[in-house]
């Protein structure tokens, strides 16, 4: 077989098995449904839990960078902890070793009979589920045919001298299988297409163990730059978390290096003892290593996350996302004392609202990325509340309430709803500067700032109807309906402005669509802070 054929082989089986991966876990995350975040939020309280949570969605996910990535965008969006996110990266390293497991079963004889399987529940059936089983299904089948194609483009080297001296190198120098290992990790950015590479050679006799293993250690490094990548921007608390990861597997890999004679000895004699064959070797020895180091270096979580704090120093801004104030054992001992405690939560709710619309506000004025980071942090947190404080009340309202405290929980229920909607409006209005932003969409000057005007109108009007509630002012309530006049008049004006600009052709059409949608996202602000205020004067 000429070089190219071997080269399309080797190219090709690698694409079919990151296919297989990405297949893989896309339909297994299915098959879970939509609650692994949710996973990780809930079951991440101690270390422990969050080194469970971070071995179960991996092997949901089929890859560590995908749990690790995810648990990035957690601790960015301020609904984790640093110290939550290491245990879950921990995690994460264990539940990686399970692919490598699976290729070590060596049933790649069937690969294409469980692609035909998949298929047929793919195309066959119009259940969703089985659908999603059917995706499951194909992916593993393909994770085995790009085995395959990889293995007969690799049969080759072994009548090469120059690989077979560069594996005599790197059994004598194990720091150069390290390199080797990490480059070809960070090359196709999957740790597990590494190790199922090296499964490979290993399994043709390409190399030894002396060699596999440092290259095996190597991968695990390799697997952290992703994560590196996706913390490029984000906030100081993410950059730490993936800073975490790549520590926590160099300081794995150092361990092991030191005592890799042992190291060796000890699977070399696990081998031995259960018949295994040469790609379960690698598999036991990924998890092995991956399980230990976890073990070393749990104790010290709190060291670890100290470390990083003073590598990357810096107050990091996390938007307090959980519920403080509800509690069931008011709701049980005495409802109208719980009934307090979601109006204490709603208040906080309101306040983060408000806080929110101010920061899209400055996203469209000055549209730094600090501000665009934040306002979905905010949504998020009042998405949360919204659940949180609706069940709260539901269960309140199983409970004997007087006329008066009835009032109460449904005014507390329905500006509930309206902080929700209004923190809809101002995710709205950050996706509609971003289109600005990306499309390079201008604004004339008198339209900046009759917008700048109505952001500042918009937000005082909120802010009011706010105060109005927690102090119960019917006065404020009343100021809060003719400052929303006002805002209703601005927008018939403004449009009216818009379509003057347009026949002057001082406004583009893309530019007009922009305006106008952030305008109407202002207004319907303004009439949710106007049911807000009617709730408070009985309206």
């Not at 890859?63 to 601790?75: C, D, E, F, P």
């Not at 309430?401 to 209004?422: A, C, F, P, Y």
């Not at 201008?442 to 917008?451: G, R, V, Y």
Request: net charge negative.
């Amino acid at each position: 077989m000429d070089l190219q054929a071997l080269l399309f082989m080797f190219f090709g089986g690698l694409g079919i098995f990151l296919f297989g991966i990405k297949y893989l876990g896309d339909g297994l995350q299915k098959v879970a449904g939509d609650g692994l975040r949710d996973l990780l939020d809930r079951f991440t309280t101690n270390p422990i839990m969050g080194v469970l949570a971070g071995i179960f969605v991996t092997i949901l996910l089929q890859t560590s960078t995908g749990t690790t990535v995810l648990t990035i965008g957690l601790v960015n969006a301020g609904f984790m902890t640093l110290k939550q996110a290491i245990g879950v990266i921990i995690g994460a390293n264990i539940g990686t070793t399970v692919t490598a497991f699976i290729i070590g079963i060596k049933i790649s004889t069937y690969a294409l009979p469980i692609m035909a399987v998949g298929t047929f529940f793919i195309f066959f059936f119009k259940n969703p589920k089985i659908n999603n089983y059917g995706q499951v299904i194909f992916g593993f089948g393909s994770l085995f045919l790009g085995l395959n194609l990889m293995g007969d483009g690799l049969k080759p080297l072994r009548d090469v001298q120059a690989f077979a001296d560069l594996t005599v190198s790197m059994s004598e120098n194990p720091l150069l299988g390290v390199l080797i290992g990490t480059l070809f990790t960070v090359a196709v950015q999957s740790s597990s297409a590494a190790i199922g590479l090296l499964q490979t050679l290993f399994g043709q006799g390409l190399m030894d163990l002396d060699a596999a293993l440092p290259v095996l250690f190597g991968d695990n490094i390799g697997t952290t730059i992703t994560a590196v990548l996706a913390s490029i921007g984000a906030s100081i608390a993410a950059r730490r978390a993936a800073l975490t990861h790549v520590i926590f597997n160099l300081v794995g890999t150092t361990i092991v290096l030191i005592v890799l004679r042992p190291f060796t000895t000890l699977i070399e004699y696990i081998r031995d003892s259960l018949g295994l064959n040469p790609e379960m070797t690698i598999a036991f020895a990924h998890g092995i290593f991956n399980v230990s180091n976890a073990i070393i270096q749990l104790p010290f979580i709190a060291v670890l996350a100290w470390i990083v704090v003073k590598l990357i120093p810096g107050q990091d801004t996390a938007i307090p996302y959980k519920a403080v104030h509800l509690d069931e054992k008011f709701i049980r001992k005495s409802p109208a004392i719980a009934l307090g405690q979601g109006k204490k939560e709603v208040m906080r709710m309101a306040d983060l609202t408000e806080k929110g619309i101010q920061e899209v506000s400055l996203y469209f004025k000055t549209q730094g990325k600090k501000h665009r980071e934040l306002v979905p942090q905010y949504e998020n947190a009042i998405n949360n509340l919204d659940n949180k404080i609706t069940d709260y009340l539901v269960q309140v309202s199983s409970h004997s309430l007087s006329g008066q405290d009835s009032k109460v929980h449904h005014t507390l229920m329905n500006t509930v709803r309206d902080l929700e909607r209004i923190g809809d409006h101002m995710e709205n209005i950050m996706e509609l500067v971003e289109y600005q932003i990306t499309n390079k969409v201008t604004f004339s000057e008198s339209a900046i700032a009759d917008l700048d005007e109505m952001f500042e109108l918009t937000v005082s009007t909120l802010r009011q109807a706010i105060k109005a509630l927690d102090l119960d002012e019917i006065e404020e309530a009343r100021s809060v309906l003719e400052k929303e006049e006002k805002i209703d008049k601005m927008e018939r004006d403004l449009r009216k402005k818009h379509i003057i600009r347009v026949n002057e052709n001082k406004c583009t059409g893309t530019a007009g669509i922009v305006y106008v949608d952030i305008v109407s996202n202002l207004e319907r602000v303004g009439d949710h802070a106007v049911n807000i205020a009617e709730e408070v004067i009985g309206e």
